[in-house]
């Protein structure tokens, strides 16, 4: 066990620090406001589907370039170049229109991706080993603070103008502050030892697998709700102010549920408890089908906001989990599937909705969710007959 003493708790706040306001302007603005100021400027289900998946796109892209930056210009310069091209992109979309705004989706993305990969290998393998699963929980839950701070913000400042983009603009820059305060990077790549006893449901060969299917339901699921909202809340007669509440209960569900997803992986193993949370989310998406007044409505969108979020925490701590092997690359190849899967995720449910009714985004969350249960109950049969 490593010793307390050892633990280089200041870096770990600064970073845990610079996600979240990062978070705000980069996603709670970017990836959560930002369709619901598209919808205001007169674009379509499929329009926003489609900038909605450039941003992911984007990401995608800059997950793919950071780990070899990593190595050439270290963790902090991958992370500051991240924050400034998504400021940059977040200014630029006033002053410019439709479709040149597909660019700037991109660049936003591109500047998630960078941070993302530039920042949480670093984060993780300055952590205590044993407790992964409770810190990924825990950073998860503070970067879960952006779809809740952003929305409300928005409510404040207005959300026709050009305000809501200088937010993402302000919130992303000061995210440049606390990375002052980190000690220097720590050498080398450290591998992952998961004791014997860490994960009782499946063999340690098989958890990465899992983290990837986790993963890409995960990333097709969150980005089209996250997306495609807005959209939905207007065919259940919603105004913009109670959308925009509803985006804010969706981030407060993913902020409360987190450590104790973190929690229930370190104690009864990443399988049950990814089993537990597919199950709410079939649950509740059925609930959330109903013709349900707005309260009701807000409750089952809580409900989503935890279970939802909670996948790309899974897949993550599936990533710290998965044997022997370098942290740093299974946590990009795990964030590189969420993050490629959401791509398709807001044009899928994007052409459904435009085609069908705007109902089908949640059945989408529900079907995929019960594709996961079927994966995980199959694999555990499987892995307890070979063991047998």
Request: charged letters at 10%.
């Amino acid at each position: 066990m490593k010793p307390e003493l050892h633990i280089d708790w200041r870096t770990i706040i600064a970073l845990n620090t610079v996600s979240t306001l990062s978070q705000i302007g980069q996603f709670g603005i970017g990836f959560v406001v930002l369709p619901l100021w598209l919808v205001g400027h007169g674009l379509n289900a499929a329009q926003i589907g489609l900038f909605a998946s450039v941003e992911w796109l984007g990401m995608l892209i800059g997950m793919g370039i950071a780990p070899r930056l990593n190595i050439q210009l270290g963790h902090r310069a991958v992370v500051v170049t991240g924050l400034l091209v998504s400021m940059l992109a977040l200014a630029a979309i006033p002053y410019t229109h439709w479709p040149m705004w597909l660019p700037a989706a991109a660049m936003i993305g591109l500047g998630i991706g960078l941070r993302w990969i530039g920042l949480e290998p670093w984060l993780y393998r300055i952590a205590p080993n044993e407790a992964r699963g409770r810190l990924v929980g825990f950073h998860e839950t503070l970067i879960s603070i952006a779809p809740i701070v952003a929305p409300v913000l928005t409510q404040w400042v207005g959300i026709a103008g050009a305000a809501p983009l200088l937010l993402g603009v302000g919130f992303t820059g000061s995210a440049l502050l606390p990375l002052l305060f980190t000690r220097p990077e720590p050498d080398g790549l450290p591998e992952i030892h998961v004791n014997a006893n860490q994960e009782t449901d499946f063999a340690h060969k098989n958890i990465f697998a899992l983290g990837i299917v986790i993963a890409i339901i995960g990333g097709v699921t969150e980005a089209a709700f996250s997306g495609l909202f807005p959209l939905f809340g207007i065919s259940r007669g919603l105004g913009t102010d109670q959308i925009a509440t509803l985006l804010a209960v969706f981030g407060l569900g993913g902020l409360l549920l987190q450590y104790l997803i973190g929690w229930l992986a370190d104690h009864r193993g990443l399988a049950f408890a990814t089993l537990v949370n597919a199950a709410g989310v079939v649950l509740i998406a059925g609930i959330a089908a109903l013709p349900l007044g707005f309260i009701g409505l807000a409750i089952a969108v809580f409900v989503l906001g935890g279970t939802i979020t909670a996948y790309l925490t899974l897949a993550l701590i599936a990533s710290t989990q998965a044997g022997d092997g370098d942290l740093s690359v299974n946590v990009t190849r795990i964030s590189m599937a969420y993050t490629a899967s959401s791509i398709f995720g807001p044009l899928i449910a994007g052409v459904a909705m435009k085609n069908f009714t705007s109902e089908a985004l949640i059945w989408q969350v529900g079907v995929l969710a019960v594709v996961l249960c079927a994966y995980l109950l199959f694999s555990m049969r499987s892995y307890r007959a070979r063991a047998s």
